[in-house]
């Protein structure tokens, strides 16, 4: 069984940082994509950034230049590092492990840009 827990969200003003993190319990972290997802309220769930077991990465357009995604496969740990966050950044992110063994998803961390 996996299990994905975030943290690193909060309320941070136009043009701060957070660094997000998602530990995973389980097999399988080494061999999976790993994404974070976010969804505003009203909004559908959204791709923002995904890494692939290999370690290649791609991103919304929307945050590009300004988020990072990582992973540490010996902490079975996957992090996004945001810059220069905006208002319209404002949701609940979610992390998701995703293989041929199936598709995992963490609670949820709530971010909140806002001054």
């Known amino acids: 069984q996996v299990q994905l827990v975030e943290s690193g969200g909060g309320l941070v003003q136009p043009g701060g940082s957070l660094r997000l993190s998602c530990a995973a319990s389980?097999?399988?972290?080494?061999?999976?994509?790993m994404n974070w997802y976010r969804q505003a309220p009203g909004k559908q769930r959204e791709l923002v950034a995904a890494i692939a077991r290999g370690g290649s990465t791609s991103y919304a357009d929307s945050v590009k230049g300004r988020f990072t995604i990582s992973r540490d496969n010996a902490k079975n740990t996957v992090y996004l590092q945001m810059n220069s966050l905006k208002p319209e950044d404002t949701a609940v992110y979610y992390c998701?492990?995703?293989?041929?063994?199936?598709?995992?998803w963490g609670q949820g961390t709530q971010v909140t840009v806002s001054s």
């Open positions: 389980g097999y399988f972290f080494s061999i999976s994509a």
């Open positions: 998701n492990q995703a293989s041929g063994l199936g598709s995992y």
